[in-house]
């Protein structure tokens, strides 16, 4: 009955490498996110997908692009990962698009770029 | 954009105290303010919210109050508990922005 799933929970991989994080969401939302927290604990939103359509996308480089098949999934492909690209990515959903409406986040994918 | 700020960073307080988590944002549009618990190695989830309209709001132990003037929101939680443990984000969003823009983040340790 997991709400917010990710996968995988733990990737560890080298510089330079292309990586996949796979987010799924069985609440019936509309609208879903990817979030990076830094070590420093810091949570900045990258990208918003409102049924299936980018909504938001906040200045990450290019390297990162996120894909939405149908409104229940939103995938996030980062080519040529960097050490700076280590953090812990959630993934979220919302019932609406707004600042109302709660966000769920996933359980995190912990990337660890070597 | 918004830009958040989040004090203190860090929080330690006796069992049964209170703890107080302030925050203040830019954006004077801003009209939504949830706060977020993170226990470690959790995810985040929402504790309590507020809108700009409500100028304070409770629940059980916990409490957020909101003055739009001064652009400041604080969280409060009475009668700490070692389960109250964990990092705490206050978030700023507005209608426009459709988006949550967050603090840095308390970590408050509940001594017991």
Redesign the interface.
């Known amino acids: 009955d997991t709400a917010v799933s990710q996968t995988p929970k733990y990737l560890v991989t080298q510089m330079g490498n292309d990586k996949s994080i796979k987010c799924e969401q069985n609440l019936g939302h509309d609208t879903m ?1 990817w979030y990076k927290q830094d070590s ?6 990258m990208f ?1 997908y409102n049924n299936k359509e980018l ?2 996308n ?1 200045t990450v480089p290019n390297r990162f692009s996120p894909k939405s098949p149908d409104k229940a999934h939103l995938n996030l492909h980062i080519n040529s990962l960097e050490l700076g690209d280590s953090a812990v990515y ?1 993934c979220a959903s919302s019932q609406g ?4 409406y ?2 769920y ?4 994918t912990r990337l660890t770029v070597t | 954009g918004e830009n958040v700020e989040q004090h203190p960073s860090t929080l330690s307080v006796q069992e049964g105290d209170s703890a107080v988590i302030k925050c203040t944002y830019s954006d004077s549009a801003s ?2 303010f ?1 706060w977020y618990k ?1 226990e470690l190695g ?5 504790i309590i ?1 507020i ?1 700009s309209n409500v100028g304070e709001k409770k629940d059980q132990r916990i409490a957020v109050t909101l003055n739009k003037t001064a652009k400041h929101f604080s969280l409060h939680i009475t009668e700490t508990q070692p389960e109250d443990s964990a ?1 705490y ?1 206050c978030a700023a ?3 426009a ?6 603090g ?2 308390t ?1 408050l340790m509940v001594k017991p």
């Not at chain 2, 959790?42 to 929402?46: A, D, E, F, N, Y």
């Open positions: 996110y420093k604990k810091f949570l900045k939103i918003s909504i938001i906040e959630f698009q707004g600042p109302y709660e966000q986040f996933g359980p995190g | 009209n939504y949830p993170q959790k995810r985040p989830q929402l919210d809108r990092v984000f969003s507005s209608n922005g459709n988006m949550l823009t967050f840095g983040g970590r």
